[in-house]
């Protein structure tokens, strides 16, 4: 069984900053991408930001030059820090994870629970 668990969320001001965290645990021989993803009161959830085992992240278009994804593999978690937050941030954050179980399975995606971002005016 594989967790994620995200951290980190709360109230701030427009402009302020947060950092989220996600740790996995449970039975994982390897994590492949990690991500994160938001869905905002009456929207379709979106990508934020994505950070593979190897190669380029990637950001939403929205986010680029005030969020970065970073990951530690050897702790299994991924962060995402958020610097100068707009009302339009406000959404719930979900951590996502490609995750294999063990050498002879298939990978599988994986979603937190979510943390809840409030960005006021």
């Known amino acids: 069984q594989v967790q994620l668990v995200e951290s980190g969320g709360g109230l701030v001001q427009a402009g302020g900053s947060l950092r989220l965290s996600c740790a996995a645990s449970?039975?994982?021989?390897?994590?492949?991408?990690m991500a994160w993803y938001r869905q905002a009161p009456g929207k379709q959830r979106e990508l934020v930001a994505t950070?593979?085992?190897?190669?380029?992240?990637y950001y939403a278009d929205s986010v680029k030059g005030r969020f970065t994804i970073s990951r530690d593999n050897a702790k299994k978690m991924v962060y995402l820090q958020m610097n100068g937050l707009k009302p339009e941030d406000t959404a719930v954050y979900y951590c996502?994870?490609?995750?294999?179980?063990?050498?002879?399975?298939?990978?599988?995606?994986?979603w937190g629970q979510g943390t809840q971002v409030t960005v006021s005016s």
């Open positions: 996502n994870a490609n995750i294999k179980s063990t050498l002879g399975d298939r990978a599988r995606n994986y």
């Open positions: 449970g039975s994982i021989f390897i994590i492949n991408g």
């Open positions: 950070a593979p085992n190897i190669g380029n992240t």
